[in-house]
């Protein structure tokens, strides 16, 4: 597929927090980007670093982090119509909060009860963002915000609007969320887990509501999740995140049907699959590394069935795959043994391709 422009761009983003405990590096080195109109995932397990380097992103890091180097990159057009490209890291959060914050970049948090104000009603929470950003007048903002609950499709928007956040059930709730995030028409949407604390059926009518809006707005969207189920139904282009690092990326048929990282593959064999000869859940063995204590070489390694000796001496770099695709594994060297991906995993693979392709959802 044709990229459009780059609306956001991670260029080695290198952060840690100073904690009681010592200097954690919770961010080694990071790059993504972000195109125009495209749904980019960031999947790996919690710790991995998805959330923070997305938090950097917006510029809302805790006061504890502290940026070693890189630069996050935003091009927009102004108000005035000029084209702007803006390093976020350079801004202070004052300037990134009337400027950045949602007027171009928004974000849907994980639980919708944590990011609603429980003493203010719905209606003024999205009117908000209006009035302070756009200085719309309320009257105005008042119907703005009305036509969002019906955009995001809240039944009676207008009685809803009274409504106090408990009074709305987490769907409902996860529904206003995205409604405040749309109201002062970002450009880039980030949804962190939007979907984590909600029964399935309403997982995939608020994963469906994305996509629409997505579509009807022509927004980019970056997902961060740890369910490779969610990344498949949306995701255009996938970055795999391992101990604050991107070990693999390439666009969704490369990530999922030809996966290269034994981390990757971990991940894709932990899927719950009703098909399998296999009567027990899968699990990538061991735990993430602790970053307070950095490891020396592969960091998946203790954990890699697959490791090789070089993979406790030296971190490996990225090797391509394709032009789009890149992983980080020492097995991709042309003087590393060839070692195939496990046969069950293969097995799966192929089944989720022909089943797509039956669908039609690839």
Known sequence: ????????????????????????????????????????????ESGSGKSVTMKASMGILDKNAVVNRGTIQYNYVDIE????????????????????????????????????????????????GMMWHYKTPKNVAYEKAEELLREVGIENPEARMKNYPHQLSGGM???????????CDPRLLICDEPTTALDVTIQAKIIELIKKIQTERGISVIYITHDLGVVAKVADFVNVMYAG???????????????????????????????????????IPGSPPNLLHEPVGDPFAPRNRYALEIDDKAEPPMFKVTDSHYAATWLLDPRAPKVEM?????????????????????
């Open 1 to 44: 597929m044709e990229r459009k422009d780059i609306i956001l761009s991670i260029k080695d983003l290198d952060l840690t927090f100073k904690t009681s405990a010592g200097k954690v590096h919770a961010i080694r080195g990071v790059n993504i980007d972000v195109h125009k109109g495209e749904t980019v995932a960031i999947v790996g």
């Open 81 to 128: 119509g000029n084209k702007q490209s803006i390093n976020i890291l350079d801004k202070n959060k004052k300037w990134i909060r009337r400027n950045i914050n949602g007027r171009q970049i928004a974000m849907v948090f994980q639980d919708p009860m944590t990011s609603l104000d429980p003493t203010m009603t719905i209606g003024k929470q999205i009117m908000e």
């Open 173 to 183: 709730r996860q529904r206003v969320v995205i409604a405040i995030a749309l109201a």
């Open 342 to 362: 496990p046969s069950e995993l293969k097995a799966r693979l192929l089944r989720m391709k022909k089943g797509a392709e039956k669908y039609g959802d690839r």
């Open 245 to 283: 690092k991107i070990v693999e990326k390439g666009t969704i048929n490369e990530v999922f049907y030809d996966p290269r990282h034994p981390y990757t593959w971990g991940l894709l064999s932990a899927m719950p699959d009703l098909e399998t000869d296999d009567d027990r859940l899968y699990s």
